[in-house]
T-cell receptor
Framework: DTGVSQNPRHKITKRGQNVTFRCDPISEHNRLYWYRQTLGQGPEFLTYFQNEAQLEKSRLLSDRFSAERPKGSFSTLEIQRTEQGDSAMYLC????????????FGSGTRLTVV | QKEVEQNSGPLSVPEGAIASLNCTYSDRGSQSFFWYRQYSGKSPELIMFIYSNGDKEDGRFTAQLNKASQYVSLLIRDSQPSDSATYLCAVRDSGGSNYKLTFGKGTLLTVNP
């Protein structure tokens, strides 16, 4: 149990379909982050929420991507018209505990676009 | 563009040896540095963080920071096969209040029994 639940764990979709991922922190956190990780690379920042406000978006987040955090608790990431290049692990993260600013990651959602 | 570079792997060491992992960063104003361990198919797990120049020890792990050289390293003493994983260096962006982390590509470590 990492403190962050992500669903689904795996998703296989056909190119052109829409997909939605969900991130549920177990406890309340005002900040929440989405990252993407492709094979052989480190996690890359996608977007960041402070409560329900989406405060920063990476240029990686094309107009096919949208993220929400409607009540400042769980968050969703939607990809429309998926492309093979969207195949990756999508990671949700919340601030760590103990007074430092590292992240605790969820288990991730692995997306495969065929 | 803020960058984090890690020594290219893969790195292979025998069981019981010291594994040394290195990282350099471009954001001179960065103040917080992290090492994550990632097993194959799993999400990253935080194992060390360091703020001050010098060494920080936690069990078999030692993180070293040199802000003047913009260099961070992780030493793993008495390496075990269970340490075999990808190690990611992460740097917190300076400025602003987003506490965003920038990650390196990672170094794959294999500890051979």
């Amino acid at each position: 149990d990492t403190g962050v639940s992500q669903n689904p764990r795996h998703k296989i979709t056909k190119r052109g379909q829409n997909v939605t991922f969900r991130c549920d922190p177990i406890s309340e956190h005002n900040r929440l982050y989405w990252y993407r990780q492709t094979l052989g690379q480190g996690p890359e920042f996608l977007t960041y929420f402070q409560n329900e406000a989406q405060l920063e978006k990476s240029r990686l987040l094309s107009d096919r991507f949208s993220a929400e955090r409607p009540k400042g608790s769980f968050s969703t990431l939607e990809i429309q018209r998926t492309e093979q290049g969207d195949s990756a692990m999508y990671l949700c993260a919340i601030p760590g505990t103990g007074g430092y600013f590292g992240y605790t990651f969820g288990s991730g959602t692995r997306l495969t676009v065929v | 563009q803020k960058e984090v570079e890690q020594n290219s792997g893969p790195l292979s060491v025998p069981e019981g040896a010291i594994a040394s992992l290195n990282c350099t960063y471009s954001d001179r104003g960065s103040q917080s540095f992290f090492w994550y361990r990632q097993y194959s198919g799993k999400s990253p797990e935080l194992i060390m963080f360091i703020y001050s120049n010098g060494d920080k020890e936690d069990g078999r792990f030692t993180a070293q920071l040199n802000k003047a050289s913009q260099y961070v390293s992780l030493l793993i003493r008495d390496s075990q096969p269970s340490d075999s994983a990808t190690y990611l260096c992460a740097v917190r962006d300076s400025g602003g209040s987003n506490y965003k982390l920038t990650f390196g590509k990672g170094t794959l470590l294999t500890v051979n029994p």
